[in-house]
């Protein structure tokens, strides 16, 4: 919750890559609050006021992924509903064509986010959705300690780029 609350503030990418994790978190403790408690929140060294206020925010979390259906897979609305504006950004800043720096930026990834795709088998999914999702993935496998190729890297690096471009225009335009 307050890490949550600070990375929307400052950085909307990052947000969004925290909160699939906590959603990840809440199942792995199979949406049991009390679970919730014992392995996360009881972890931070914070007033009891706060420690009351995180256990309500995980509980809201937990109603909302029940009532989307999202107990075993998938992501909130409101997180699917920031990626989309990062989306809708995104095409505007190609679309009016005058931006030649973002437009580089995005073709050096552009190859890299649609092997994400291919690989994925999400072909539906938005370039910046198939980007978040392979940056989450990475987080994933950084956490695991698992081996990650420097060719990985190299083009993980050009997608991290891009969202960071992209997730420090928005932040400008919402501030």
Known sequence: MIIAEQKRKENIAEYILYMYQVEDMIRANKLDLDGIEATLISKFE???????????WYKTLITMMRDEKKEVAGHLNILN???????????????????????ETYNKAKPHIEALRMRSGHGKES????????????????????PIT??????FDT?????????????EGTN
């Open 81 to 103: 509903s920031s990626v989309e504006q990062l989306y809708e950004m995104h095409h505007q800043i190609l679309d009016q064509g005058i931006d030649n720096s973002y437009k």
């Open 150 to 155: 420097e060719e990985t890297t190299r083009a």
């Open 127 to 146: 370039d910046i959705q198939v980007a978040l999702n392979g940056l989450y993935g990475l987080l994933i496998l950084k956490l695991k300690k698992s």
């Open 46 to 56: 914070v007033p009891y006021e706060v420690k009351r206020e995180m256990r309500e």
């Open 159 to 171: 997608i991290r780029e891009l969202v960071a471009e992209l997730s420090s225009r928005y932040m």
